[in-house]
């Protein structure tokens, strides 16, 4: 079965530096997506960042980038110059490459930004 | 930049009552699907449509939950007789195409079981 780790329940960060959040994910699959959703307090679920795994290359949206490491399954998010816009629940999701279309997801990730 | 909608963004119901959620997906996409999330756990998968048919479902999606495009805009989701475990975050979202898309998220509908 495939499933999503999040190690890190809550991490904090002061505004300007950058942390990163961890994620791995347990699959037979060679062929797959990753996600990793951004969900602040309104709730609403929106796409930070994806990575395929046939690309070797990390993807990468401006302040934000992933460490794909797809023999350790590993696929952690670096947020560089925190903003406090990004106090957040992150979510890290999974999703392999064929007829099946769900997500799965990790339990999250809590971001603070101190000021 | 389109956006996937939903309504209510919350909504309150007695236990046994039955309760119709609303999306609209964007415009050109084909694929839709339903996630829950209860309070303080993971985003659970429930459902993907398709082509007006379901082409995925979860152990959760049982017979108290059917979907439904009634036109070419929106599409529901009903619950037909609400238990206090049905009290979560329902999210929509829809995609341009299937497993090779994104899936683009609605703001969620609260959905409280009294």
């Known amino acids: 079965a495939q499933t999503v780790t999040q190690s890190q329940p809550e991490m904090s960060v002061q505004e300007a530096e950058t942390v990163t959040l961890s994620c791995t994910y347990d699959t037979s699959e060679s062929d797959y997506y990753l996600f990793w959703y951004k969900q602040p307090p309104s709730r609403q679920m929106i796409l930070v960042i994806r990575?395929?795994?046939?690309k070797q290359q990390n993807a990468t949206e401006n302040r934000f980038s992933v460490n794909f490491q797809k023999a350790a399954k590993s696929f952690s998010l670096k947020i560089s110059d925190s903003q406090l816009g990004d106090a957040a629940m992150y979510f890290c999701a999974y999703r392999v490459l064929d007829s099946n279309y769900q997500l799965i997801w990790g339990a999250g990730t809590k971001l603070i930004i101190k000021p | 930049e389109p956006e996937v909608t939903q309504t209510p963004s919350h909504q309150v119901t007695q236990m046994g009552q039955e309760v119709i959620l609303r999306c609209v997906p964007i415009?050109?996409?084909?694929?839709f699907y339903w996630y829950r999330q209860i309070l303080g756990q993971k985003v659970e998968f429930l459902v993907s449509?398709?082509?007006?048919?379901?082409?995925?479902k979860s152990e959760i999606f049982d017979d108290q939950f059917s979907v439904e495009r009634p036109d070419g805009s929106n599409f529901t989701l009903k619950i037909r007789s609400t238990k206090l475990e049905d009290s979560a975050m329902y999210f929509c979202?829809?995609?341009?195409?299937?497993?090779?898309?994104?899936?683009?998220f609605g703001p969620g509908t609260r959905l409280t079981v009294l």
């Open positions: 990575q395929e795994a046939y």
């Open positions: 979202a829809s995609s341009p195409q299937g497993a090779l898309d994104t899936q683009y």
């Open positions: 415009s050109n996409h084909l694929y």
């Open positions: 449509f398709y082509n007006n048919e379901i082409s995925e």
